[in-house]
C-alpha cells in the first residue's frame, strides 16, 4: 500500500464522520461510492491522490496527509499551546501547511528538550504518531551527543558495556529511578568527517547514542551515570530515517516517497 493509500473506515474516522465503534454501521447505512462503484467494506482502499468518494452523493474532499522532517532549532518548543518560548509551529509559513488534513491538525511525533536540536516529524497521521511513541513500539532513535569529559579508551568500553546491558538512572526531578533499556554507544574518533557535527574544536568528544526509549532527560541523565555531562544533543535518526544534512536549524521540507515508506 502506498503512503497515499488508506482504508475507508480509517478515512471515515480520521474525517470525523464515525467513531471506531460504528464504522461499520455509517458504511452499511449509507450510500458510500469509490469512483462510481459501491463501497460496503470497510477495509477498502482508497487512494487520497486520484480516487473519488462520495457519500450520499455529496462529494468528499481526499486529502493526503502532511509528513514534515524539521531541523529542530535549540530554544524552541513542541508544544501547539503558546507562551513564552518559540514553537517548533511558528517556523513553518506556508499556510497550506497549517490546513486542517482528515480532522486532524499538524503535530509532532514526540518531542525534544527545549536545547536539544535535530529531527523532528511533524504530521497529521495520528497513526504514524503512534507506531513512533508508543513505548511497546521500541522505536530506534539516534542522538548526536557532545561530551564534557574525554573518557580514556578504557573508560569508553566500559560505558559501551554498561550500556549495552542497561544502566541504572536515579530519581529525577518527578521522573523516577530506572533501569534503562540497552542502548547502542558509537564513539566518533573523527568529528570533523562525521557530516552532523556542527561545533568543531578539539575540546570535544563525540559519540552517538541509539534508545529504543525516552524517558525524561535520559541521554543526559545516563551520562551524568557515568561521570561525564552532556553538552550538546541533537536527534539524526528515527528508525532508518536520517535527518537531512542540508536542512540548517529551523529548516524543514516534506518526505519523500521513498522515506516515508520507510516509516510506514
Known amino acids: 500500500m502506498t503512503p497515499y493509500c488508506t482504508r475507508l473506515d480509517d478515512l471515515l474516522i480520521r474525517k470525523k464522520l464515525c467513531v471506531h465503534s460504528r464504522s461499520r454501521r455509517f458504511i452499511h447505512s449509507h450510500t458510500i461510492m469509490l ?15 486520484k480516487d473519488i468518494l462520495t457519500i450520499d452523493g455529496k462529494n468528499i474532499y481526499l486529502e493526503r496527509d502532511l509528513y514534515l522532517m524539521m531541523n529542530k532549532e535549540q530554544n524552541t518548543v513542541c508544544t501547539t499551546l503558546k507562551g513564552q518560548h518559540k514553537r517548533v509551529f511558528d517556523c513553518i509559513t506556508e499556510d497550506k501547511y497549517h490546513k486542517t488534513v482528515y480532522g486532524s491538525p499538524l ?11 535535530g529531527l523532528l516529524l511533524l504530521t497529521t497521521d495520528g497513526h504514524l ?22 573518557p580514556s579508551a578504557k573508560e569508553k568500553k566500559d560505558i559501551q558495556e554498561v550500556f549495552a546491558k542497561g544502566i541504572y538512572l536515579p530519581q529525577e526531578k518527578n521522573a523516577p529511578s530506572f533501569v534503562t533499556k540497552p542502548s547502542q554507544i558509537t564513539w566518533i574518533e573523527n568529528d570533523h568527517s562525521f557530516p552532523y557535527c556542527t561545533l568543531k574544536g578539539s575540546d570535544f568528544n563525540t559519540c552517538t547514542l541509539t534508545l529504543t526509549e525516552g524517558k525524561f532527560h535520559q541521554v543526559k541523565r545516563m551520562f551524568r551515570a557515568v561521570n561525564n555531562e552532556v553538552i550538546f544533543l541533537k536527534r539524526i535518526a528515527i528508525g532508518s ?23 510506514l
Open 129 to 150: 504518531i503512534h507506531k513512533l511513541t508508543s513505548p511497546q513500539k521500541e522505536t530506534a532513535k539516534t542522538y548526536l551527543v557532545y561530551l564534557l569529559h574525554n
Open 107 to 117: 503535530q509532532s511525533a514526540g518531542r525534544l528538550d527545549l536545547d536539544t536540536e
Open 35 to 49: 469512483n462510481n462503484a459501491p463501497a460496503i467494506n470497510g477495509g477498502t482502499i482508497v487512494n487520497c491522490q
Open 241 to 263: 530515517l536520517y535527518l537531512d544534512k542540508t536542512l540548517l536549524p529551523g529548516q524543514y521540507r516534506e518526505l519523500t516517497i521513498e522515506e516515508l515508506s520507510r516509516l
